[in-house]
């Protein structure tokens, strides 16, 4: 009933294949055929040459001979211009045009830049401003201080004295390596000029502290306390002073609005003692100056700023509140007349009092520079200072003359620091109410070559400092309680040839 069997398979025709069949010539690809070719090189022939052009045998040998040197000519030339060419080249071996001038071969830097933007965020979240700023002695290291300097009255918040080192790897801008509280405003700081861990400052309550920032624990190594000798007023300045008869220790000198110059010594207990003072009366100014509204008495003047002479240790330069400099000496002998008080009594320093600012002087900077030479021109840079104030001006002052070189309009507000540049005698920075501003002297004398916005919302910058060590860092702290740290262009850390002679030139034509 049921058998095997094979039926062949079905074929069913496919229409695709035939409807492809009329569109494409070739069933593989969808292009015809396409013809190639290889070949060593575009072009069939080639040849190696070691110039661009070539020139024959016969166009060198026609040049050679249309050179005609007149050697009789040439002699009589050379002999002729010789004694012309021996003059001149004496006249230049004894020329000074280039006397101090350095080939730099490496590429100049016209530009200013933000290294660092420096904080301490609790400092910024009490509204603390940075009133000062200092670089320790290995340049490495910068501090500031926090306090308030648009506070009259007697202040007693906590504050503090932050430092950051700018060569560690592991720099964070927002969090200082190291952090001093302090009971009082902190208004001013100083490294120790040859001990990197030393740091002094003064306070808002009229003392001085001296910290050792290696110690971590109690930082506080000397203090001036509260005594009879101590200031009464704010210190506005601390400044580091060696010490003659001892090569080992350094003596303090402190600055204080209540008229006072005190210099300090260490004690083996911790204390700062009383060497010697000075105090600023209104009796002790010379009557030569054309100060109104002078009252004249046993009143002390308020001392805001101070800086000695780089090549006279006796001599100093303060600025006051009555809006004038004056030029004191440390060998004064005359009794300041105050009344009795305190362990030491104290001698009257000033000796010249300049034209005066049209409101308080609130920096004051000795020139750094001098010429080595016997016969110096006057005035001589080691002569000259600055000076600035409230009044938004930079006089130019030489020690020898009251009134002053020149004077500049900086801003409309208010200056509070003014510094000399350490490497460039015709630089110089001062800090105002909108920023920074750096002049060269050598470009213009009218206005500043450039100015920094230290922020956004014009933040007055109450303080600055060159950095001695690394001479293209400039330091500035501002009311916002922040402290930038500008690398400054090769322009202003560079010193051109004769600068010295320029200044002195500068100094003298304004005189004249």
């Keep these: 009933m049921f058998a095997d069997r094979t039926e062949p398979g079905a074929d069913v025709q496919s229409l695709w294949r035939s409807a492809r069949n009329v569109r494409c010539e070739v069933k593989t690809c969808q292009t015809g055929k396409i013809s190639t070719a290889e070949a060593a090189a575009q072009s069939h022939t080639a040849q190696d040459t070691a110039v661009q052009t070539e020139q024959s045998k016969d166009a060198v040998q026609d040049f050679q001979q249309e050179v005609q040197v007149d050697y009789t000519g040439l002699l009589s030339f050379l002999q002729r211009a010789e004694d012309a060419v021996i003059k001149e080249l004496n006249k230049n071996w004894k020329s000074h045009a280039f006397d101090g001038f350095e080939v730099n071969w490496t590429d100049q830097d016209e530009t200013v830049l933000c290294l660092h933007t420096l904080s301490y965020p609790e400092a910024q979240d009490q509204n603390l401003q940075v009133t000062s700023v200092s670089w320790n002695a ?15 009255d007697w202040n007693t918040e906590k504050s503090y004295v932050c430092t950051w080192n700018l060569d560690r790897r592991g720099l964070n801008p927002q969090h200082p390596d190291l952090v001093v509280d302090v009971p009082s405003s902190v208004m001013c700081l100083a490294f120790h000029p040859s001990q990197p861990s030393l740091i002094a400052g003064g306070l808002f309550s009229g003392e001085v ?48 609005t209540d008229g006072k110059i005190l210099v300090w010594r260490e004690e083996q207990d911790g204390r700062l003692a009383l060497a010697e003072g000075f105090a600023i009366v209104a009796q002790q ?30 001599v100093f330069i303060v600025g006051v509140e009555g809006g004038y400099s004056l030029r004191c000496s440390t060998a004064a002998q005359t009794p300041a007349l105050l009344r009795p008080g305190g362990s030491i009594p104290l001698r009257a320093p000033a000796e010249l009092a300049f034209s005066p600012h049209a409101g ?28 600035c104030g409230t009044d938004g001006q930079v006089h130019f002052h030489s020690m020898l003359q009251t009134q002053p070189l020149f004077a500049l309009q900086l801003s409309k507000k208010y200056l509070f620091c003014v510094c000399w540049s350490p490497v460039r005698p015709l630089v110089f920075a001062a800090a105002s109410g909108e920023g920074v501003h750096l002049f060269d002297l050598g470009r213009s004398t009218q206005k500043a070559t450039v100015s920094l916005k230290q922020s956004m919302s014009d933040c007055p910058v109450y303080c600055l400092e060159f950095n001695t060590k690394h001479t293209r860092l400039l330091a500035a702290g501002d009311a916002a309680g922040t402290v930038k740290v500008w690398q400054l262009s090769s322009d202003f850390t560079e010193q051109g040839p004769r600068e010295m002679s320029h200044l002195e030139q500068l100094a003298s034509e304004i005189m004249d």
Aim: with cysteine; glycine share 6%; charged share 20%.
């Design 138 to 152: 290995t340049g490495s290291v910068i501090a500031c201080s926090y306090g308030r300097l648009d506070d009259g």
């Design 360 to 387: 308080p002087v609130y920096s004051v900077s000795c020139s750094p520079f001098h010429r080595q030479s016997c016969f110096l021109l006057p005035p001589s840079p080691r002569n000259l200072f600055l000076s």
């Design 285 to 314: 100014i010379p009557r030569s100056t054309r100060l109104k509204k002078m009252a004249w008495g046993e009143a002390a003047v308020g001392v805001t700023s101070l800086s000695f002479s780089h090549f006279d240790p006796g």
């Design 209 to 256: 502290v001296v910290w050792d920032t290696s110690r971590t624990e109690d930082p506080v190594i000397w203090r001036t306390g509260m005594t009879d000798d101590t200031h009464t007023d704010p210190v506005y300045q601390v400044n580091w002073l060696p010490d003659t008869k001892h090569r080992n220790h350094s003596r303090l000198l402190s600055v204080a």
